[in-house]
């Protein structure tokens, strides 16, 4: 398996700028999630799904931000509009659940919002 | 909901030395305590972990120690290497799913 795969790995918009950021789960995982990391902040969790169903989005800083996961092997995280504070490193992961809980981290995507 | 505090959240010991890594939790409900290494510019890796049902484990050069009644956890890395320099990161998880990361211990070993 290929692992978690996030897109894209570096992204510079513009304030006020709808910014897209997608993840690919490892297949047969159940369980996708968002974080966020900033030196700050440390690891954040933003939102998670499961059976592509979104469980708990209280990590969601606000109405800005918004995650979808249409189907097993794809989620997107979305800002719009952006705004110079949302720069940081957003991290997807995902595992098999309470029974192997591990997390499997993709390799991130960086914004830098100017 | 979970709350982890870390501590240190910077060490520096000399290559050979051991290091120590303390974690509180605050949900009595967390039964899964992982602990993650990320390396600079790279993503986080699991390392080990503990479930509520064990007081201690471990595996090669690192030992996870977990005291429920206090709540703590500790990471243990014994005869550091220059290769162990990096972020490291306590977590709990209630119930296993959604997981609760500490502040993170950048560690430096110096050789």
């Known amino acids: 398996d290929a692992g978690v795969i996030q897109s894209p790995r570096h992204e510079v918009t513009e304030m006020g700028q709808e910014v897209t950021l997608r993840c690919k789960p490892i297949?047969?995982?159940?369980?996708l999630f968002w974080y966020r990391q900033t030196m700050m902040r440390g690891l954040e969790l933003l939102i998670y799904?499961?059976?592509?169903?979104?469980?708990?989005d209280s990590g969601m800083p606000e109405d800005r931000f918004s995650a979808k996961m249409p189907n097993a092997s794809f989620s997107t995280l979305k800002i719009q509009p952006s705004e110079p504070r949302d720069s940081a490193v957003y991290f997807c992961?995902?595992?098999?659940?309470?029974?192997?809980?591990?997390?499997?981290f993709g390799e991130g995507s960086r914004l830098t919002v100017l | 909901g979970e709350n982890v505090e870390q501590h240190p959240s910077t060490l520096s010991v000399q290559e050979g030395d051991s290091a120590v890594i303390k974690c509180t939790y605050s949900?009595?409900?967390?039964?899964?305590f992982p602990w993650y290494k990320q390396e600079l510019g790279k993503r986080p890796q699991l390392i080990i972990d503990?479930?509520?049902?064990?007081g201690e484990k471990k595996d090669q050069r690192i030992a996870v120690t977990l005291n429920k009644t206090a709540k703590h956890f500790s990471l243990h890395i014994t005869e550091t290497q220059p290769e162990d320099s990096a972020v490291y990161f306590c977590?709990?998880?209630?119930?296993?799913?959604?997981?609760?990361f500490g502040a993170g211990t950048r560690l430096f070993v110096k050789a």
């Open positions: 992961a995902s595992s098999r659940g309470q029974n192997a809980p591990e997390l499997f």
């Open positions: 297949s047969g995982h159940d369980y």
């Open positions: 799904f499961n059976n592509n169903v979104p469980i708990d």
């Open positions: 949900d009595s409900a967390s039964n899964y």
């Open positions: 503990i479930r509520s049902n064990v």
């Open positions: 977590a709990a998880s209630p119930g296993g799913f959604k997981t609760i």
